[in-house]
């Protein structure tokens, strides 16, 4: 009995170091990818590339969706934050989705919104929409507010912002996001370049937590976010955009586009069927569908990743928040892969299906389990005064100083890519950061994974949540100062 | 010193045989650790290296400006033309002797100011181009440099309105195995170049054309003057790409080369849908009701986007004879989007055509139908149908 147990340890032991060492050469292999298209991209993109798109007949128009349900603190500047964006032809889409706050009173108030007369057409099913505002202002001309019985999920409130768009791209965004002035035009670009038809397009998102914002809604200072928290899920998104994105990107096997920022051909979605309103992983779920739909009708596509960032959001700044946060997105991933299961290894969706889901599905839905029978097998073995420590440290210290390098890596290439933070010790203080975030952030995640996993599997009935805003630091005497250079 | 290499090199061996009397785990996993401890120092220092650098530069940046930057001001902003000598005297000595980082940072000083100031006086620019010897320090960036350098120095070449002396400098970037920067050239070759700039419209411009291609060509072209703008239709019946032949076609639009419209009709019967959308779009926005006859004896036989574009098309030429056209189509559409363009259609046509959507917004039961009305009409919806 005691040599079963070893050997299960043992063997245990050595799937976890395979483990781990298929997933450092998948990011050895993403790192140069990523590498490639990140100085690619840098080498050939910019601001004169930008100015081309103002005045050009042959620039598309972009909508902007941005679903909002209970924004009342931050809804004003977000929005004047998107109605500011740098692009000749785009309009602004806000969803009302039933907020039970003021949010809706106080965008009547400041944009002069009035009820008026507008075809809706249902091309996506939805709750119920009651009305259509527009603004009597002619400054606010772009802004159009769907009002609309509450769907439980971002999903339905995207789809009523579909239904509503007038140009043929749009960017889904959250109404907490801030984007940069060069959102659209820097996103509009992969699709204008390409031969292929590009379907969607990503770009890096960042915390915009002690960042400092214009009244205008404009990113005056990019700062690195002051408490723990968010500061680490700066540096892992870092990770996620900078190096698996733009590695994914740079083969066309994106296996999703951030819900807080993407920009999607409308036809497509629209034929896709649009957004699962029943799905918590609606990011994930949209691009597979749009995917699948590509490949049921053997047409060319392409979703690219741009490393530029081009937009800010609000990171959960408290435990209880990031909870929620993350034990939803688990929860997402876990019904993401029972809902869609006939992708995986599936030859006839290409990539997505060979490639991109199966190592999202291993090294990323399987890891906070593996990880979690590995920490207890530790434990078991160090209570049973089993454990090899010089061995165990050895293997602590592989995967610790891989992470490390990992996070290095996406800095540097963000790095190459923009100096985007106002103070240049910002970057120092991240590569000090990560020293630390393997130890104290990392087992956060890999608990509330669980505990979303969990939860799904035990079918707790699941509310899409509130994300409680703090608003952005706003320095009130700055008015329309440029960004910094560096 | 010896005793200490000696110490060194035998616990370097030790630790060395140590290891490779491991299993294949531990060399692994060792190996693993020793890359990346490198990997990370190598970031590390990179993100510094890149600190300093930039330090440098923003020294040398605000050194430049500070030195040139007003003086540049005043002349190129001066009425009084320039000779060379009266530059050199207003701008400090050795200022013909600057390095290539320094000719980068000042071009773009001077790129700022004709920015800012559309009406600068164009003959001192030349000489003062002549003074810095930035002409050829651009030529040899075109000529020399690596891709990077090469791509940007197009733009700059551009943005300087540097006239090269010779066409073999960019010809040889038009021919560049690099696709990004091979078409970069070719676009820029239109106003670089005064002999056959069109070129490469013969050569069906690229492999590929893309809506970017197209963004690039319409902004070389706006460089030029009207004078120097070709007769497009001479490439819309030779062009293999359609792709090339809709911006042909627009470009007719937009240039109002009337005469070529004939020849743009003559596509309209092409399987390309969107190059038919194109002849229909460009021929309505011209107004050429000759066509206006074939448009809408085909309607019926063409897909909802082409309906759609003939719509517009026939509302633009406002033939009174056409608006029963328009209201049957109107009646049949079975499309909602359709209908919405419809109802547009006939809003901008004349006063008959508006009493037939009220009439029609009266007698209509459906909600939704009348709200398509309704739609058309509202002054705070901006882009119907964009």
Not at chain 1, 31 to 46: G, I, P, Q, S
Not at chain 1, 236 to 253: D, H, P, Q
Not at chain 2, 89 to 101: A, D, G, I, M
Not at chain 2, 279 to 298: R, T
Request: net charge positive.
């Amino acid at each position: 009995m005691h040599n079963l147990f070893n050997n299960v340890i043992t063997s245990y032991q050595y799937i976890v170091f395979g483990y781990t060492t298929a997933i450092v050469i998948f990011y050895f292999i993403l790192v140069y990818l990523a590498k490639k298209e990140v100085f690619k991209y840098n080498n050939t993109h910019n601001k004169v590339d930008d100015k081309l798109l103002e005045g050009s007949p042959f620039t598309p128009g972009i909508s902007i969706i941005a679903p909002a349900y209970n924004e009342e603190k931050t809804i004003i500047l977000n929005v004047n934050s998107m109605l500011t964006v740098d692009y000749p032809i785009f309009e602004v889409v806000i969803v009302n989705d039933g907020s039970t706050d003021r949010t809706l009173e106080l965008m009547i108030e400041e944009f002069d919104l009035v009820e008026t007369p507008f075809a809706y057409i249902e091309k996506i099913r939805t709750k119920p929409f009651k009305r259509i505002l527009k603004s009597t202002n002619p400054k606010y001309s772009r802004l159009t507010v769907v009002d609309k019985e509450n769907g439980g999920t971002k999903s339905d409130a995207s789809n009523a912002g579909i239904n509503a768009a007038a140009y043929p791209y749009f960017i889904c965004t959250d109404v907490d996001c801030i984007l940069s002035e060069e959102a659209l035009s820097r996103m509009i670009q992969p699709i204008l370049q390409s031969s292929t038809k590009v379907i969607a397009v990503g770009a890096t998102m960042r915390m915009a937590n002690n960042c400092e914002v214009t009244d205008e809604g404009r990113m005056n200072k990019v700062k690195l976010p002051k408490t723990l928290l968010p500061m680490f899920q700066e540096i892992e998104y870092l990770r996620s955009y900078m190096v698996g994105k733009m590695g994914w990107s740079a083969i066309n096997a994106m296996p999703n586009i951030s819900g807080g920022l993407g920009l999607f051909d409308k036809s497509v979605v629209i034929a896709a069927g649009g957004y699962d309103p029943l799905s918590h992983a609606e990011d994930m779920d949209i691009t597979a569908r749009i995917i699948a739909y590509m490949r049921d009708f053997n047409k060319d596509y392409k979703i690219v990743h741009i490393p530029f960032t081009c937009c800010w959001t609000e990171g959960p700044p408290t435990l209880k928040i990031f909870n929620r946060q993350r034990t939803r997105w688990a929860r997402g991933l876990l019904q993401f892969f029972i809902v869609h299961r006939k992708f995986l290894f599936n030859r006839k969706y290409g990539r997505m299906g060979m490639i991109s889901f199966p190592f999202v599905l291993i090294f990323e839905f399987l890891a906070p389990i593996i990880e979690a029978i590995g920490l207890i097998s530790i434990l078991l073995l160090a209570i049973t005064g089993n454990i090899n420590w010089d061995t165990f440290f050895l293997m602590l210290g592989y995967a610790y100083i891989f992470g490390l390098c990992l996070s290095l890596c996406a800095i540097f290439f963000d790095l190459k890519t923009k100096i985007i933070y106002h103070d240049y010790r910002d970057y120092f203080k991240m590569a000090l950061i990560i020293l630390i975030e393997p130890i104290v952030y990392h087992p956060l995640i890999v608990f509330f994974s669980l505990k979303g996993y969990i939860n799904f599997l035990t079918s707790k009935k699941f509310e899409w949540g509130q994300m409680t805003r703090q608003g952005f630091d706003r320095n009130t005497k700055i008015k329309n100062i440029e960004i910094q250079n560096a | 010193m010896n005793d200490f290499y000696y110490e060194l090199s035998k616990h370097f061996y030790n630790v060395y045989f140590f290891i490779i009397a491991q299993p294949l785990v531990i060399k692994i996993a060792v190996c693993c650790v020793i890359i990346f401890t490198l990997g990370y120092f190598v970031f590390l220092g990179n993100i510094l290296v890149t600190k300093l650098l930039i330090d440098k530069r923003k020294i040398r940046e605000k050194k430049l400006f500070e030195q040139y930057n007003d003086k540049l001001h005043e002349i190129l902003l001066s009425d009084k033309i320039m000779i060379l000598e009266e530059i050199e005297n207003v701008l400090p000595k050795n200022s013909r002797k600057l390095s290539k980082k320094d000719n980068r940072l000042l071009s773009k000083i001077i790129i700022d100011i004709l920015e800012e100031n559309p009406q600068f006086n164009t003959k001192n620019l030349e000489v003062l181009l002549a003074h810095f010897n930035l002409k050829k320090f651009w030529e040899n960036e075109l000529e020399y440099s690596d891709f990077q350098k090469k791509y940007k120095a197009i733009d700059r070449v551009n943005q300087l309105k540097v006239s090269l002396p010779s066409e073999s400098i960019i010809s040889r970037l038009t021919y560049s195995k690099n696709k990004l920067l091979r078409k970069k050239a070719r676009a820029a070759y239109i106003h670089m170049t005064s002999n056959d700039p069109f070129r490469f419209f013969t050569e069906d411009f690229d492999k590929e054309v893309t809506d970017w291609d197209k963004i690039t060509l319409h902004e070389m072209l706006l460089k030029l003057p009207k004078s120097k703008i070709p007769n497009f239709s001479q490439w819309i019946n030779t062009s293999k790409n359609n792709a090339l032949k809709a911006f042909y076609m627009y470009e007719i639009y937009f240039y109002n080369q009337r005469a070529a419209c004939p020849f743009v009709l003559a596509h309209f019967e092409t399987n390309d849908l969107e190059l038919r959308k194109t002849v229909v779009d460009v021929l309505g926005k011209m107004k050429y009701k000759q066509a206006e006859k074939k448009f809408i004896e085909e309607f019926p036989n063409q897909p909802l986007v082409i309906q759609n574009s003939i719509i517009k098309a026939v509302a633009r030429f406002k033939n009174p004879e056409s608006l029963e056209f328009l209201k049957q189509a109107f009646l049949n559409a079975y499309n909602n989007e359709s209908k919405i363009t419809i109802a547009k259609a006939l809003y901008n046509f004349s006063k008959e055509a508006n009493e037939f959507l009220e009439e029609n917004k009266v007698n209509e039961k459906d909600y939704f139908q009348k709200l398509i009305i309704e739609h058309i009409k509202n002054p705070l919806i901006v882009n119907h149908n964009a």
